[in-house]
């Protein structure tokens, strides 16, 4: 659900996070998420609006952020590196 800049503005002032908190949150939500599929069709202020309300309305929290930021490490650790169990002809 994304918020009307009113009602972002309330969400935001009445939020159990610091405005710097918040953007911090953001930022990390929109960087973890950027390839998804909610994220890559947004503009950019579209992308931004979505983060803020995510955050603001607990969808990101940095327990979320922190789980994925996991998953995502492990995910690239299971692939292997280019070249690395290739067979030389």
Not at 40 to 62: F, G, H, M, Y
């Amino acid at each position: 659900m994304v918020l009307t800049e009113m009602q972002l503005g309330l969400a935001v002032s009445s939020s159990k996070f610091s405005r710097y908190d918040i953007v911090k949150l953001a930022l990390e939500w929109i960087d973890l998420n950027r390839q998804s599929a909610d994220f890559r069709k947004l503009t950019q202020p579209e992308i931004i609006n979505k983060a803020l309300s995510d955050v603001v309305t607990d969808v990101a929290t940095p327990e979320k952020i922190e789980e994925l930021r996991k998953k995502m490490k492990n995910a690239k650790a299971e692939v292997p590196a280019a070249g690395e169990n290739c067979q030389r002809l």
